[in-house]
């Protein structure tokens, strides 16, 4: 729906996370649906302020009346980064993916040189944010544990940069939980989905990423593969971008045919389950619904798969935004804001007493361990603990996720 | 496969889920949006005909969605929102057995029934001296109105560097900031009587906010409801979903139905128009809970008033021509009575669907404004709905 279905209900802005703590943003009705009557092609955009939108499509999803609020929003911050000199910072991260191969190939310097103060300094020049620490590479990353399993359903796995440079044992555990229930994974050459340019203004650059995966995707897809994602924002990118505004050549095939890995694995776990638990793991946690999920409208897919988890409580949280928003808290102008929303956020994970917090999003988990000050998990780590304790299953669980989940238990027990 | 799909995440939509997943059934809300609950005030009118709420069930037609329900029906629709409300942060005042006023930021009064704890003490304000405290430059709330149109009245402004209530409200969900402005109110001189403030104390806790400041200035305060955006609406809308996912409900937000799968009298799927590729969701049985025409649920066109989800039959009262009025908030305006009939166990009337119900403010002859009936019919049929559809369920 065009900006001419708002009937300036204020439904949006009751739930823009930005609104409530940016001043300087005027809020989703008057960035969207008013601003968008006044907007005209040739004339060069005037609304700086409309770069203060995070883009987590609250807006949008709660709309009664179906209006584009987060869309029109979006390309209005595209026109206005087409016609305007871009600061440093949005060059950075729209480009995040060749920093973060180069820093990965370069892991163990790279992360030393990320916490040298003068690095610090420098990028605090360039407009990048010195509240959190930029994540962390590592050296094994996805790309080269690259690996075939199983006979079954094939299944290219889109892995998105986080898992692929800063993270790869969850893509790791991703991977062998789609090859436990049979599926052949593939993790062909990927590079970033094209969200980060999309957030810093620059759709050239979004659109040559995407071009190059679409053309990989759209390959496997003739060949009968399905294509997983594990990181919600990347998803939202492939399901909704890639045939919308980035309109890559066999954008709708992608997005009729790529699924969210949880989802993807929910009926496969379930027949693995055989109608009884799929595992046991006496934990209580608190799901942090990262916006994108939300705005993919496929329901909470990890959640249904933590039900079938003995032991396993789970309190869903959906109604607030983490405030890292990918790239956007990165920047020292958004950084205020940020902080302020991940301690709203971080609060809400403390109300409920769990003992940890799990998201599906890299930049979600990186927020809120900072802000609430305990371990986040993926929802992979936790299935794949859950299955491990399952004495029929043998697999082992491992990793950083054991360790911690581990700490959580004898705290528990000693409690 | 779930065993209930409810269309709509209003109160309606949500009261029906709620009982359902309590009673131990799998059920999924599918809304497009968010409902006309987070631009009320918060407070549950249920019936104003005057005196007491139930003295003007009588009144009503027998065609009144309160007619089928009945009066014990109503009362336990708000009973279990009093229950739920009570359980949370929030808990609600007021009984069936009463109507009381509240205080607007237009310094009228607004009949209803149960409030919010922050608007208790807004029952009986004009008896005494009332000091409104406001924020400088805070949109679409003037204390002169209140004060130009009562008498006893008075204002006081603090400046809290924001200029909406949403802004206000996450301030004072920080301690520096409520220790700051409680320092402020104690320190101006207020002559003896209630304050009053807008309703801005925090999404989350506000009665809590509410009672730290009561104690701290030694005075009794209450909420006004504000123009949206409401928090006191947004409040009683997110305690309500939270309370469904407490019980295992599933929520698909932000997309609306794009078709229906029915073979036979039996609904078998519904299918949202995600992003990319559709989401279909199978269930055994369905609720229609999508409201009035303010949130699409009812659709009017030049020739005739649709139901865009199921294609139902919906009463239209009269000739187009009759609908047209001098004024569209006029209460009895032949188009507030238009809607879905359904039979005695809520079900559409005429249809043949045996797995379909209906509920909230959809429902044909409910005439809202007239009745001042809004929240209250929302739960009471929601509660009924739900409960017809658990008896063909369980
Ligand atoms: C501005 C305003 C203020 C009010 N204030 C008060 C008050 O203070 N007190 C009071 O008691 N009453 C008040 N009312 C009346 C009261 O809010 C409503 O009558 C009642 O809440 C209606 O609830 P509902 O569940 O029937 O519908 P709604 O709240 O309208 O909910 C319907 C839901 O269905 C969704 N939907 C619609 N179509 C589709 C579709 N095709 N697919 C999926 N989802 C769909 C919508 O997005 C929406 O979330 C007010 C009404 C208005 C308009």
């Known amino acids: ?88 910072a949005a060059h950075l991260f729209a480009n995040a993916y060749h920093f973060n191969k180069l ?70 555990k991703v991977r062998d939980l789609l090859a436990s229930t049979g599926c052949r994974v593939v993790m062909p050459a990927q590079t970033c989905c094209g969200l980060p340019a999309l957030g810093n203004g620059d759709l050239d650059i979004a659109r040559k990423f995407a071009l190059k995966n679409a053309a990989m995707l759209t390959r496997y897809i003739d060949k009968g593969f399905d294509v997983v994602y594990a990181c919600t924002s990347c998803g939202l990118t492939l399901m909704h971008d890639y045939p919308g505004i980035l309109d890559v050549p066999g954008g709708r095939k992608i997005a009729e045919n790529t699924y969210n890995v949880y989802a993807y694995l929910f009926p496969l776990l379930q027949a693995e389950a055989e109608g009884g638990p799929l595992g046991t793991l006496e934990l209580s946690l608190a799901y942090h619904i990262p916006c994108h999920l939300r705005a993919l409208g496929i329901g909470y897919p990890a959640a249904r798969i933590f039900e079938m988890i003995e032991g396993l409580t789970c309190s869903i949280l959906d109604d607030n935004c983490c405030g890292l928003a990918g790239t956007y808290g990165f920047k020292k102008r958004n950084q205020e804001t940020s902080r302020r929303l991940g301690l709203i956020a971080a609060q809400a994970v403390r109300d409920t007493g769990a003992d940890t917090v799990v998201a599906d999003c890299g930049a979600c988990r990186m927020q809120l361990s900072h802000y609430a000050l305990m371990p986040a998990l993926d929802p992979a780590e936790i299935i794949t603990q859950a299955m491990a304790n399952t004495p029929k299953r043998s697999r082992a669980g491992s990793g950083i996720a054991q360790k911690i989940l581990q700490t959580i238990q004898m705290k528990r027990r000693s409690a | 496969m779930l065993d209930v799909v409810v269309i709509g995440g209003g109160m309606s939509g949500l009261t029906a889920a709620i009982h359902l997943a309590g009673a131990g059934l799998k059920t999924a809300i599918i809304s497009r949006g968010d409902p006309v609950c987070c631009l009320s005030t918060g407070c549950i009118d249920v019936l104003d005909l005057g005196g007491r709420p139930m003295d003007g069930y009588g009144a009503l037609p027998e065609g009144h969605p309160y007619r089928l329900v009945g009066k014990r029906g109503i009362e336990d629709g708000l009973r279990m929102l009093k229950d739920i409300m009570a359980s949370s942060p929030i808990p609600y005042t007021g009984t069936i057995r009463a109507n009381r006023e509240i205080l607007t930021p237009i310094g009228t009064f607004k009949t209803t029934c149960l409030v919010p704890r922050t608007m208790e003490a807004s029952q009986g304000c004009r008896d005494e001296y009332l000091h409104v405290i406001s924020f400088a430059g805070l949109k679409d709330f003037y204390p002169s109105y209140i004060t130009s149109r009562l008498p006893d009245t008075g204002f006081s402004l603090f400046d809290a560097g924001c200029s909406s209530t949403l802004a206000l409200a996450a301030r004072f969900e920080e301690q520096g900031f409520l220790d700051e402005f409680c320092s402020w109110l104690s320190s101006i001189e207020i002559p003896p009587g209630r304050v009053a403030i807008p309703a801005v104390l925090g999404l989350k806790n506000p009665v809590a906010v509410m009672e730290e400041i009561s104690s701290r200035i030694g005075r009794t305060l209450f909420e006004i409801p504000t123009l949206p955006p409401s928090l006191p609406g947004m409040r ?121 119900f209906v509920c909230g403010s959809i429902l044909a002859n409910s005439e809202i404004m007239k009745n001042r009936c809004g929240h209250g019919m929302a739960l009471a049929t929601g509660l009924k709905a739900a409960r017809q559809c658990e008896r063909m369920l369980v």
């Open chain 1, 103 to 172: 820093g990965s190939t370069l892991a163990p310097l790279a992360n030393r040189a990320s916490d040298w103060p003068l690095t610090k300094s420098v990028l605090g020049l360039f407009g990048v944010s010195r509240e959190l620490d930029l994540p962390e590479f590592r050296f094994v990353n996805l790309e080269r544990g690259r690996r075939r399993m199983g006979r079954g359903r094939k299944v290219v796995f889109f892995t998105g940069c986080h898992l692929a440079f800063n993270r790869p044992d969850i893509g790791r």
């Open chain 2, 236 to 356: 009683l809308f997110r305690t309500l979903k939270t309370a469904f996912q407490e019980r295992g409900g599933e929520v698909y937000w932000g997309n609306p139905i794009s078709s229906v799968e029915i073979r036979g009298a039996t609904v078998e799927a519904v299918t949202l128009a995600a992003s990319g590729r559709p989401t279909r969701v199978q269930g055994r049985a369905f609720i229609l809970a999508t409201g009035s025409f303010v949130s699409g649920g009812l659709y009017a066109t030049r020739e005739s008033v649709r139901e865009p989800v199921f294609n139902l039959a919906v009463r239209v009262p009269g000739a187009r021509k009759d609908w047209f009025l001098h004024d569209f908030f006029m209460p009895g305006h032949p188009i507030e009575g238009a809607g879905i009939e359904v039979d005695a166990s809520f079900r559409p009337a005429g249809s043949s669907l045996e797995n379909l």
């Open chain 1, 1 to 88: 729906m065009t900006f001419e279905h708002c009937t300036r209900c204020t439904i949006c802005v009751e739930n823009c996370p930005v609104y409530k703590v940016e001043p300087r943003f005027p809020g989703p009705k008057q960035a969207g649906p008013d601003a968008q009557r006044f907007r005209l092609d040739p004339e060069k955009s005037v609304d700086e302020w409309v770069k203060y939108c995070c883009q987590c499509r609250r807006c949008q999803v709660s709309c009664p009346y179906g209006v584009d609020v987060a869309d029109i929003i979006l390309k209005a911050q595209l026109k206005y980064g087409r016609e305007h000199l871009s600061p440093l």
